[in-house]
């Protein structure tokens, strides 16, 4: 069962940095939802893999190869779906997951038939420019620095309180999970997109079980608050730094969500 949940974590981030890689908003989007499915399909894995008294892990053995055109990015996700498909073995739930990734492959085959989707990808040009933005160097730097970091941050928050529901019978526990899972996804999402139009769009590194194996969660969850305080700190400075209005009121709104993420943490304790 752990297999089969190491290559649904690898397809969920496939598809999820396919939707961040490519900039038009209808295949972005779609992708995205088709991303949303996939990590429903990790849940899902999971609960049955507690179930059955098995346990799973975060490993994953997966690159993020730099590609330079959306087919090239489709075909190679094209292959990833097909070749999971003799993973998931036989059950009700395989036959929804194969039914969901069968419908993803006829999505993806249609988006290939037009050869006018196969627009250029600048994700991963090392650019760091903005097109429409006149951001100085100093900007630029601080917004790359933050980007790196809080990618990674809010994967292994996505991850860690995941794997913490998984696990828990206590009602508000529950809740208060699955309010700053989806919070999280939405920052993953947003720095996700950031990083691709700078050019600098690249995987978070991998969780160790350290980081989600959590055996005292009233430390935990202290040690989450004082980060989501420093990462409101992050913003702010971010917000002043950067001399876009747009940006910057972006930031500021991020601020204000993570100060709400702070009241959600204080109901786990």
């Given at each position: 069962?752990?297999?089969?949940?190491?290559?649904?974590?690898?397809?969920?981030?496939?598809?999820?940095?396919?939707?961040?890689?490519?900039?038009?908003?209808?295949?972005?989007?779609?992708?995205?939802?088709?991303?949303?499915?996939?990590?429903?399909?990790?849940?899902?894995?999971?609960?049955?893999?507690?179930?059955?008294?098995?346990?799973?892990?975060?490993?994953?053995?997966?690159?993020?190869?730099?590609?330079?055109?959306?087919?090239?990015?489709?075909?190679?996700?094209?292959?990833?779906?097909?070749?999971?498909?003799?993973?998931?073995?036989?059950?009700?739930?395989?036959?929804?997951?194969?039914?969901?990734?069968t419908y993803l492959l006829e999505y993806l085959a249609q988006i290939l038939r037009r050869e006018s989707n196969n627009k250029p990808v600048t994700?991963?040009?090392?650019?760091?420019?903005?097109?429409d933005k006149n951001l100085a160097q100093d900007q630029i730097d601080a917004l790359t620095l933050f980007l790196f970091e809080e990618s990674y941050k809010e994967?292994?928050?996505?991850?860690?309180?995941?794997?913490?529901?998984?696990?828990?019978?206590?009602?508000?526990?529950?809740?208060?999970?699955?309010?700053?899972?989806?919070?999280?996804?939405?920052?993953?999402?947003?720095?996700?997109?950031?990083?691709?139009?700078?050019?600098?769009?690249?995987?978070?590194?991998?969780?160790?079980?350290?980081?989600?194996?959590?055996?005292?969660?009233?430390?935990?969850?202290?040690?989450?608050?004082?980060?989501?305080?420093?990462?409101?700190?992050?913003?702010?400075?971010?917000?002043?730094?950067?001399?876009?209005?747009?940006?910057?009121?972006?930031?500021?709104?991020?601020?204000?969500?993570?100060?709400?993420?702070?009241?959600?943490?204080?109901?786990?304790?």
């Amino acid at each position: 069962m752990n297999k089969i949940y190491q290559k649904k974590h690898e397809l969920w981030l496939s598809i999820t940095f396919a939707s961040f890689a490519i900039s038009d908003e209808e295949i972005k989007s779609r992708l995205y939802d088709f991303a949303q499915i996939a990590f429903r399909h990790m849940k899902w894995i999971g609960t049955d893999t507690l179930a059955n008294g098995d346990d799973y892990n975060y490993d994953r053995d997966m690159t993020l190869y730099k590609r330079e055109s959306v087919f090239e990015i489709l075909e190679a996700l094209v292959n990833e779906v097909e070749s999971i498909q003799s993973v998931y073995g036989s059950s009700v739930l395989a036959d929804r997951i194969k039914t969901d990734d069968t419908y993803l492959l006829e999505y993806l085959a249609q988006i290939l038939r037009r050869e006018s989707n196969n627009k250029p990808v600048t994700a991963f040009n090392m650019k760091r420019e903005w097109l429409d933005k006149n951001l100085a160097q100093d900007q630029i730097d601080a917004l790359t620095l933050f980007l790196f970091e809080e990618s990674y941050k809010e994967y292994e928050l996505i991850l860690v309180y995941a794997y913490m529901q998984a696990r828990t019978e206590n009602v508000t526990q529950y809740n208060v999970f699955s309010d700053l899972i989806d919070e999280s996804h939405f920052h993953f999402k947003s720095f996700g997109d950031m990083m691709a139009k700078l050019g600098i769009l690249a995987l978070p590194r991998e969780l160790h079980e350290m980081t989600y194996v959590v055996k005292d969660l009233k430390q935990f969850v202290t040690d989450g608050i004082a980060e989501e305080e420093a990462a409101k700190v992050m913003c702010k400075e971010l917000s002043e730094a950067i001399k876009d209005e747009e940006l910057s009121k972006f930031f500021d709104f991020i601020n204000y969500q993570e100060s709400y993420h702070i009241e959600l943490m204080r109901k786990l304790l």
